[in-house]
C-alpha cells in the first residue's frame, strides 16, 4: 500500500484555497498554536506529533470543509495530550471551535492510550498525557470505560455532528500508519473497532471515500493473507483491465456526445474488502467474481442520468435484478445514484453508476457536503437533516438504557448491521436491522403497537412472531384491545425480538408493573433456571452479591423487569463455579498425582480433547457425567480402551481410589456434536412426543434415542431424550424451546 506523507502547513493553506483570507489565518493560528502544545511530542513511527493533526485537517481539506472544522481538527488533541483548558480555545479560536474539540475529545486520559489508536498510537508520548505511564487497566474496566467514551463520543455527535466527521478523518489517518504499532494483537483490535464501528459511521453519513478506505485498512490488518492474496490477484489483471476501462469509457463518452449530453466518466476495480465481501455471500472464489470493473457517469440533471441509463441498456445487456434507482429512493443516508450491472465487451459482468454532479458530492464528502450547503443557507437543509436523522436516535437510546456497554452493542446491531426493507399494510417501506421480527417490526411502527402485538401476517399468510423478515415482506400486526408484552420476548435464546429498541420498550413495560409481580415473576424465573442447570446449591444471596444488589427482592425485581437476564446470570455462575473447582483443595491423592506437563501441543483437527503431552490416543465422553465443551475435564486412563472424558466434578471420579490413572486433559478443536441425555416431565396428552422432537429438530439437532415413560393411573408423562448438541449454549436454548411446548412443565439436564 502507497506510504501516506502529510503536508506541510504551507502546503495544506495552499490547498484551502476555497477558503477565504480569514479563514485561512484561523487554520494558520490554529497550526501555530497546536505545534507549540506538541512539541516535544512523537508518534509511534517517530515522526513529530504535529504531523498528525496536519494530516487529519489534509483529509478535512478533501471534504472541502469550513475554516472552523480544520482549525479544531488541528486542535483536536491538545486538551487530551497537552492538558490545554478548553477556556483557552473558546478565547482564541470561539465557541464552535472548542464544541468540536471537546467533542472529539471524549477519551479519558486514563485509557485514551489503550482504547484508541487517536495521538500516538498507544506508543509512549512525553508531556502531561503520559503520567499514567502506559498502565494497562484491567479488561472489563476496559470495555465498561471503552463503551462510555463511545456513548459520550456519539451523544456529543447528536448536536455537533461535525464532530463525527474530524473522528473519521483523525481514525482514517491513524489507520493509515497503523504499521507503526509493533503489537499485533492491538493493531488487530483498533482494526476491529473501524470495521465494527467508524467504518458503518462513515456510511450512515454517506461519506462513501473513508467508508470504502477505511475497511480495506481494516480488511487488511484482520486478514493481511486474504488481502494480500486479493491485492496480487487483482494487481495480475491490471493491465488487460487498464485497457478494457479505457475501452468502455470510450464507448460510454461516444453514446452520450451522440445524443448530445455532457458527461464525466470514470473507471475502477471494486475496492478489495467489497470483493472478499461478494466472495463469502455468493461462495464464490475470486475468479468468478466478474463485475470487479465499475464505472461511474457524472451528468448535469436528474433527466440526463436516466437518458444516459436507456444508453447504457441500449449497448449492453442488463442484469435482470441487479438494478437500483437510489434517486427516486434515496437510501437512508440521503445516497443518491442508478445502479446498473451489464454484460459488457467480451461477456464482462460490468457495474454502472449514474448520478449528477451534486449527488457525487453528497455521496463522496457526505455529511461534510450537506454542512456546507446548509451553514450557506442553501436548499439542502432537509438532506443534510435526512443525513444525520440516525444521530437523533441515540437520545431514544440514551434515555432507555443508562449501560453504555448496551447502547454501544444497540449501535452496532439496530444501526450499524445489515438492513432488511419490509413494506406496511399501507405500502410504506420501512428499513429494519436483518433478522428482525414482527415484534420488532410492530414496535418501530408505536411502542403501544408491540406491547399489545398477538400475532402477524406477513404476505397475507399468519407467522410466528418469531418469523424472521425477508425483504419485501408486506406486514401487518395483529393486535389485542389490551395488554402487554410476554416476558419470553426478552429471553434471547427463543429470538423474539432482534433488536435493542424492542428490548428496551419491553423492559420499560415491565418496568412500570408493580414490584412485586416482577418480585414474583423474577424469583419463578431464577428458580427455573437454577433447577435447569443444577445450581440449587446456590443461594439467593450469593447471587445478589455477585450482581451487586442489596438484596435478594432487588435481584428478582431486577429480574422481572428485564434488566437482567437469566442466561447472563447463568453464563456468570457457572464461570464461578469452574473457578471455584479450580482453586478448591482437591481430594487426597487426587490433583497432586496428576502428571504435569508444562505446555500442551495444539489439538489436531477432528480431536475433541486434547491430552496433556501427547497427541492422537483414543478419547471417549464418559456416560455418567456427559461432559461438554467449556466444561471443566479430566482423563480416566482404563484397560484397554484409551481415556476416559469425565467432568472434574463427576462422582465416579472423585470417589475412585487410582489417582495414579488420572491425567490432565483439556477441549481441544470443536467436534460436530456432543450426546447429552435431558428428562422432560409434563401433563400427558395427545401428540406430545411429537411437538417435543420437532422443538429439537427445528434446531437442526439430532435425537439419539428417546424413552417415554407414562401411566394410566397418573396424568404425568416423563421423556428422556439423547440429543446431539454442539455446546452448552445450544443445549440451554433447546431446553428453554422444549419448556415452552403446551403441557411441559419441567426439562433438566439428566446426569447418572
Known amino acids: 500500500m502507497t506510504k501516506y506523507f502529510p503536508p506541510t502547513i504551507d502546503q495544506l493553506l495552499a490547498k484551502l484555497d476555497y477558503l477565504s483570507e480569514d479563514g485561512r489565518a484561523l487554520v494558520r493560528l490554529a497550526y501555530d498554536f497546536a505545534a507549540k502544545q506538541h512539541e516535544g511530542q512523537f508518534r509511534s513511527s517517530g515522526d513529530p506529533y504535529i504531523t498528525h493533526p496536519l494530516a487529519v485537517c489534509d483529509i478535512l481539506a478533501d471534504l472541502r470543509s469550513d475554516a472552523e472544522t480544520i482549525a479544531a481538527g488541528m486542535l483536536h488533541d491538545v486538551v487530551e495530550d497537552c492538558g490545554c483548558p478548553p477556556e483557552t480555545i473558546e478565547a482564541l479560536f470561539g465557541t464552535k471551535v472548542r464544541d468540536l474539540v471537546i467533542g472529539v475529545t471524549k477519551l479519558s486520559k486514563q485509557t485514551a492510550r489503550e482504547l484508541e489508536p487517536t495521538d500516538s498510537h498507544g506508543g509512549t508520548v512525553p508531556g502531561p498525557a503520559s503520567s499514567n505511564g502506559g498502565s494497562r487497566p484491567s479488561t472489563p474496566s476496559r470495555q465498561e470505560e471503552w463503551a462510555e467514551n463511545m456513548r459520550q463520543l456519539f451523544m456529543s455527535s447528536v448536536e455537533h455532528p461535525l ?131 465499475g464505472f461511474r457517469v457524472i451528468t448535469k440533471s436528474v433527466t440526463d442520468c436516466y437518458t444516459v441509463l436507456g444508453l447504457v441498456h441500449t449497448r449492453w445487456t442488463p442484469i435482470p435484478g441487479e438494478f437500483d434507482d437510489y434517486i427516486a429512493r434515496p437510501k437512508e443516508n440521503g445516497y443518491q445514484s442508478l445502479h446498473t450491472a451489464v454484460i459488457g465487451p467480451g461477456g464482462v459482468h460490468m457495474e454502472v453508476q449514474i448520478r449528477t454532479r451534486e449527488m457525487h458530492e453528497m455521496a463522496e464528502q457526505g455529511v461534510a457536503a450537506h454542512w456546507r450547503y446548509k451553514e450557506g443557507g442553501g436548499r439542502y437543509d432537509a438532506e443534510f437533516a435526512n443525513k444525520v436523522a440516525w444521530l437523533r436516535a441515540l437520545v431514544s437510546y440514551e434515555e432507555e438504557t ?243 472424558i469425565h467432568r472434574a466434578d463427576c462422582k465416579n471420579i472423585l470417589n475412585r481410589n487410582e489417582p495414579e490413572r488420572l491425567i490432565q486433559v483439556e477441549w481441544g478443536f470443536e467436534t460436530p456434536t456432543y450426546s447429552v441425555p435431558i428428562i422432560v416431565k409434563a401433563w400427558n396428552r395427545a401428540g406430545l412426543l411429537r411437538d417435543v422432537t420437532s422443538v429439537v429438530a427445528a434446531n437442526g439437532i439430532n435425537i439419539s434415542s428417546t424413552t417415554t415413560q407414562t401411566n394410566k393411573k397418573s396424568p404425568f408423562a416423563s421423556m428422556i431424550l439423547t440429543i446431539d448438541v454442539k455446546d452448552a449454549e445450544q443445549l440451554t436454548r433447546v431446553m428453554h424451546q422444549i419448556e415452552r411446548v403446551p403441557n411441559v412443565f419441567s426439562v433438566e439436564r439428566l446426569r447418572v
Open 402 to 644: 443508562k449501560d453504555a456497554t448496551e447502547m454501544v452493542e444497540s449501535l452496532r446491531t439496530d444501526l450499524f448491521g445489515d438492513r432488511v426493507y419490509v413494506f406496511t399494510p399501507k405500502g410504506d417501506l420501512l428499513s429494519l436491522p436483518s433478522g428482525s421480527t414482527p415484534i420488532d417490526f410492530a414496535y418501530y411502527i408505536h411502542t403501544e403497537v408491540g406491547h399489545r402485538c398477538r400475532g402477524a401476517r406477513v404476505n397475507g399468510k399468519m407467522v410466528r412472531l418469531d418469523y424472521k423478515l425477508q425483504n419485501r415482506d408486506r406486514v401487518e400486526i395483529i393486535t389485542a384491545k389490551r395488554g402487554g408484552p410476554s416476558r419470553d420476548w426478552l429471553n434471547p435464546h427463543l429470538g423474539y425480538v432482534r433488536t435493542s429498541r424492542a428490548r428496551s420498550k419491553i423492559r420499560a413495560w415491565f418496568r412500570k408493573q408493580k414490584r412485586e409481580q416482577n418480585i414474583v415473576a423474577g424469583k419463578q424465573a431464577l428458580d427455573r433456571l437454577l433447577k435447569q442447570h443444577k445450581l440449587r446449591s446456590v443461594s439467593y444471596e450469593e447471587i445478589a452479591q455477585v450482581f451487586d444488589f442489596e438484596n435478594v427482592d432487588d435481584l428478582f425485581a431486577a429480574i422481572g423487569y428485564g434488566d437482567i437476564s437469566t442466561e447472563r446470570i447463568a453464563g456468570r455462575l457457572i464461570t464461578l463455579k469452574q473457578r471455584e473447582a479450580e482453586e478448591e483443595e482437591p481430594p487426597p491423592d487426587l490433583q497432586s498425582l496428576i502428571p504435569e506437563i508444562a505446555v500442551p501441543p495444539r489439538a489436531r483437527p477432528g480431536d475433541e480433547v486434547t491430552v496433556r503431552g501427547v497427541e492422537g490416543l483414543l478419547t471417549r465422553m464418559a456416560q455418567c457425567c456427559n461432559p461438554l465443551p467449556g466444561e471443566p475435564i479430566v482423563g480416566y486412563i482404563t484397560r484397554g480402551r484409551g481415556i476416559t
Open 163 to 293: 464532530i463525527l466527521v474530524i473522528k473519521l478523518a483523525d481514525r482514517l489517518h491513524n489507520m493509515r500508519t497503523l504499521d507503526a504499532i509493533e503489537n499485533k494483537d492491538k493493531r488487530k483490535r483498533i482494526a476491529q473497532e473501524t470495521m465494527d464501528i467508524f467504518a458503518p459511521v462513515a456510511n450512515r453519513l454517506g461519506m462513501w471515500q473513508i467508508k470504502w478506505e477505511l475497511e480495506d485498512l481494516a480488511f487488511r490488518h484482520l486478514e493481511p493473507e486474504l488481502y494480500d492474496q486479493l491485492k496480487k490477484k487483482i494487481a495480475q489483471r491490471r493491465r488487460g483491465r487498464e485497457r478494457f476501462v479505457k475501452r468502455v469509457i470510450e464507448m460510454i463518452e461516444k453514446d452520450c456526445r451522440e445524443a448530445g449530453i455532457e458527461v464525466e466518466v470514470s473507471g475502477r476495480p471494486k475496492h478489495i474488502y467489497s470483493i472478499w465481501r461478494k466472495m463469502m455471500r455468493k461462495g464464490i472464489p475470486f475468479e468468478e467474481v466478474y463485475d470487479i470493473h
